[in-house]
C-alpha cells in the first residue's frame, strides 16, 4: 500500500520540479543593502539592485558616508527590433551629477544611425552622431 503511495508522490514531486524548471526566466530582479560602521562615527551605507527583463536591463546603486559623502549612480539599456538605447547617470551628493545617453538604430537598407551624448560635471555637453555602412562580405 506504502508504494504506490511513496511512487505517486516521487512521481507529483518530479512533475511539479520539471514544470518549474521548464518555466521561461521571464523577468529576473535581485539587490541587495549593506552597511560597514567603523569606531568614530566612520562608515558608510549602499545598496545595489539590477532588473533584467527579455530586451532591457536597469539597474541602480547608492553609497553614502557618515561624513555626508555619496552618490546616486543609474543605468538602463533597451533594445529589439533593430534599435538599441541606454543611459546612465550618476548624481552626487553636491547636486553635480555626470551622465550619458546612446541611441542606434539599424536603417534596414545596410546602414545604421548612431547618436550619443555625453554631460560632464561643468554642464560641458558633447554629442557625437552618425551613419555607418555595413561593408560587404
Given at each position: ?137
Amino acid at each position: 500500500m506504502t508504494k504506490p503511495i511513496i511512487a505517486l508522490a516521487v512521481m507529483a514531486a518530479t512533475l511539479a520540479s520539471a514544470a518549474i524548471v521548464a518555466a521561461p526566466a521571464e523577468a529576473r530582479q535581485r539587490g541587495h543593502s549593506f552597511s560597514v560602521q567603523g569606531s568614530n562615527g566612520r562608515g558608510l551605507v549602499g545598496s545595489r539592485s539590477i532588473s533584467r527583463q527579455p530586451g532591457s536591463v536597469a539597474a541602480s546603486r547608492s553609497i553614502q558616508t557618515n561624513g555626508g559623502y555619496g552618490y546616486q549612480h543609474s543605468r538602463s539599456a533597451n533594445w529589439g527590433d533593430g534599435a538599441y538605447s541606454a543611459s546612465r547617470g550618476t548624481t552626487f551628493n553636491n547636486g553635480t551629477s555626470v551622465g550619458r545617453t546612446t541611441s542606434a538604430v539599424n536603417n534596414g537598407d545596410g546602414t545604421a544611425s548612431y547618436t550619443s551624448t555625453r554631460n560632464g560635471i561643468n554642464g560641458n555637453s558633447r554629442t557625437v552622431s552618425g551613419t555607418v555602412t555595413r561593408s560587404p562580405q
